[in-house]
């Protein structure tokens, strides 16, 4: 797919303030990069030859070969349940890579879409949207004849997407900006948050929205209380379309380079909906979620004579595993002080 850029672009009516943050150069060299997503220590992206996991504790980063596939154009990626969730524009395809696996093998889920972008998972829910018909389709991935339903239309295309709990963002590549709906809300209303032209990408964490704009090579940073007020965090971008966060560090990519910026005021944003951590199911035997939870958030598990057992980042909707731990009670405790008892089964 072939993007296109006016020979001038038009001013736009916001300010936007120059703030050129402290940024560290994950992985260079590469050759088309597209995709990220990251899941604790291991960061994945797409790129000209397939998809490659690095892990982020190295200092000089070897990249690991996760799937072989060439020209397969993959924006929309995400890591659920030790599994690798991708929407592949490239290669038309919904799918999914099990990362438990040695040479993982690819699963498709969805076909026959033109251009499929991003991908996001609730429960086992599969929402994607699809550039050219600038719609958001959802798949039932527990029912094996099930077919994509459409959740709404009326979007110019449609690159990015993520979520906090219900509330979905897209950042909308040929229309007005970033937009919002709620996935429970039958009229699917679209609410424009922020004004800009040529948003490929995004990522939210509390009140702030970081993302990617390909008309000026651009990582930019809003403030949903102030929409207006638009930072210019990185410049200089070619052909940026890759954005992943865990915790307060951001990562995105450009066309031959991965990228990070650590940014504390997402840590300091209030994470959850109320001042109890809910957590769910628990008593647990693998895995346990907290319901309440608005955005990424680094938390700790202690045993209960105190020792730190686990630690590591908390997201909407995406499940902490235990797997590692023993049958017992333990404590987990979130950034902002939050703690609940834990009992695993």
Same mark, same amino acid.
């Given at each position: @797919?072939?993007r296109k850029l006016?020979f001038?672009?038009?001013a ?6 120059i ?5 560290t150069?994950? +992985?260079s060299?590469?050759s088309?990069? +597209?995709?990220l ?9 797409n790129d ?6 690095i ?8 990249v690991e070969?996760?799937?072989t596939?060439s020209?397969?154009?993959?924006i929309? @990626?995400n890591v ?5 969730y991708?929407a ?7 799918f999914?890579?099990?990362? $438990?696996? $040695?040479?993982?093998?690819?699963n498709t889920?969805?076909s026959?879409? $033109?251009?499929?972008?991003a991908i996001i ?5 599969i929402?994607f949207?699809v ?15 099930a ?5 709404l239309d ?6 990015? @997407?993520c979520n ?8 909308d ?13 039958p009229a699917?209303t ?5 004004t800009d ?6 990522v939210?964490?509390g009140? =702030? ?13 809003v403030? +949903?209380n102030?929409?207006?007020?638009i930072? $210019? ?6 052909s940026?379309?890759?954005?992943a ?6 990562y995105?990519?450009?066309?031959q380079?991965?990228f ?7 840590l300091?944003?209030?994470t959850?909906t109320a001042?109890?951590?809910? +957590?769910y ?7 346990i979620?907290v ?6 958030t ?7 004579d105190?020792?730190q057992?686990?630690t590591?980042?908390a ?10 731990l023993?049958?017992g @009670? =333990?404590?987990?405790k979130t950034?902002?002080?939050?703690t609940q008892?834990i009992?695993?089964?």
């Amino acid at each position: @797919m072939k993007r296109k850029l006016p020979f001038y672009i038009a001013a736009l009516a916001c300010f936007f303030f120059i703030q050129l943050n402290a940024q560290t150069t994950v +992985l260079s060299g590469i050759s088309n990069t +597209l995709g990220l997503a990251v899941d604790g220590d291991n960061l994945y992206f797409n790129d000209a030859s397939g998809f490659h996991m690095i892990d982020l504790t190295q200092t000089t980063p070897s990249v690991e070969n996760i799937f072989t596939q060439s020209n397969s154009n993959t924006i929309g @990626m995400n890591v659920y349940d030790n599994k690798l969730y991708c929407a592949s524009e490239g290669m038309d395809e919904v799918f999914h890579l099990d990362l $438990t696996e $040695t040479s993982p093998s690819k699963n498709t889920l969805v076909s026959g879409h $033109t251009n499929p972008e991003a991908i996001i998972k609730i429960g086992d829910i599969i929402y994607f949207c699809v550039l050219n018909s600038g719609s958001i389709y959802q798949l039932d991935t527990a029912n094996s004849t099930a077919t994509p339903q459409l959740v709404l239309d009326g979007l110019a295309g449609p690159t990015g @997407m993520c979520n906090v709990g219900n509330k979905f963002y897209v950042a909308d590549l040929y229309g007005s900006g970033i937009y919002s709906f709620d996935i429970t809300d039958p009229a699917n209303t679209l609410t424009l948050e922020v004004t800009d032209i040529y948003v490929t990408n995004l990522v939210v964490s509390g009140n =702030y929205i970081y993302y990617l704009n390909l008309a000026y090579g651009d990582l930019r940073k809003v403030d +949903l209380n102030d929409p207006t007020s638009i930072i $210019t965090v990185h410049s200089g971008l070619n052909s940026p379309f890759g954005i992943a966060i865990q915790g307060n560090t951001v990562y995105y990519s450009d066309a031959q380079n991965i990228f990070k910026t650590t940014d504390n005021s997402l840590l300091n944003t209030s994470t959850v909906t109320a001042n109890k951590l809910k +957590l769910y199911p628990n008593p647990a035997s693998s895995v346990i979620y907290v319901s309440n939870l608005k955005a990424n958030t680094s938390y700790s598990i202690f045993s209960i004579d105190g020792k730190q057992v686990q630690t590591g980042v908390a997201s909407p909707n995406t499940p902490i595993h235990l797997d590692k731990l023993n049958t017992g @009670m =333990y404590i987990i405790k979130t950034a902002n002080g939050l703690t609940q008892k834990i009992s695993k089964l």
